[in-house]
């Protein structure tokens, strides 16, 4: 192993922060970054080393290879992680700087799902059945959904995610609205006791696995469009009007109140989607 992919595997293990999907991407994404700046001529580089010119060519590299804008702010995102933990955060300059455009997030497409009780019914699992409710009521992420435990995260009027389980290891509160979400989460309470729900002789990997299984088979897909249909939800819950990707009205149509009120909609469900940007909801609720 290559000393600069040894030491990062070092600063990994030194800096375990963010949840498992966030720490397995980044894990990647820094030994893909460890090996194309070796071919690019920046041999016997240690993690300490980081400058600015290496960000600058691994986004040239990245720019040569056709790769997204996408993947482009991924990557830099990983990289700006590697040079907080070497104490070093100005060395990678701003996506602008860097020359990656700003990424649009705009669609009407909707992509969102509702639970099938029938299918949900044919899921045999009770925490994989558990998982995929909280998805629904809550706009969780899978892996939140999975770790998600009762006892800690349950505060009565609102969950509270804690980062490590989060993607990009950001905390989060989501507000309990109505009694169907209050009876959900005293349902969870009792299947999960004091722990997550994963059952005791599993780990977060394998229950995955099963989760994966589980609702293949009962011919449950697109399982992320129920974030799609929360944040759907909430946005007519908060305006009094469907969404864009609902066939609601367009952003650009709203004026004055309207408009404020299509606003302060987006903010709210950034915060709970645990997005830091309201621009990343028209993902999901259309523009």
């Known amino acids: 192993m290559r000393d600069l992919n040894f030491d990062l595997k070092r600063l990994e293990k030194a800096h375990n922060d ?14 893909q970054m460890a090996n194309a700046l070796h071919d690019l001529g920046f041999k016997g580089l240690r993690a300490t080393g980081l400058k600015r010119k290496h960000a600058v ?7 040569r290879q056709g790769r997204s804008i996408g993947t482009m702010k991924n990557r ?3 990289l700006r992680w590697w040079a907080e933990r070497i104490g070093r955060p100005g060395v990678v300059p701003s996506n602008g700087a860097l020359g990656i455009d700003n990424r649009e997030y705009v669609t009407n497409e909707d992509k969102s799902v509702v639970l099938d009780p029938e299918k949900l019914a044919l899921v045999k699992d009770e925490h994989v059945v558990m998982a995929l409710r909280l998805e629904a009521e809550f706009g969780l992420r899978r892996e939140e ?37 209050r009876r959900l989460l005293d349902e969870a309470r009792r299947l999960a006791g004091g722990g997550a729900l994963i059952p005791p ?13 589980r609702t293949r088979e009962a011919g449950l897909y697109r399982m ?8 759907q939800t909430r946005y007519e819950e ?8 609902a066939g609601g009205p367009r952003q650009r149509s709203l004026t004055g109140a309207r408009r404020r009120i299509d ?5 709210t469900i950034a915060r709970e989607l645990g997005h830091d940007r309201p621009s990343v909801v028209s993902v999901y609720v259309g523009s």
Do not use: C, M
Not at 18 to 31: C, D
């Open 201 to 213: 002789d599993r780990n977060y990997k394998q229950q995955l696995k099963v989760y994966e299984n």
């Open 263 to 267: 606003g302060e909609a987006r903010r």
């Open 238 to 245: 908060i305006t009094g009007w469907k969404s864009p990707a």
């Open 145 to 181: 959904a999975i770790k998600f435990t009762p006892s800690r995260d349950d505060r009565g009027d609102r969950i509270r995610l804690k980062g490590s389980t989060t993607k990009g290891g950001r905390p989060r509160e989501i507000p309990v609205r109505n009694e169907s979400q």
């Open 18 to 31: 963010g949840s498992h999907g966030t720490r397995k991407a980044r894990s990647y994404a820094l030994a």
């Open 224 to 231: 992320h469009g129920l974030r799609h249909h929360y944040a």
């Open 57 to 63: 060519a691994l986004v040239r590299e990245w720019k």
């Open 76 to 78: 830099t995102a990983h």
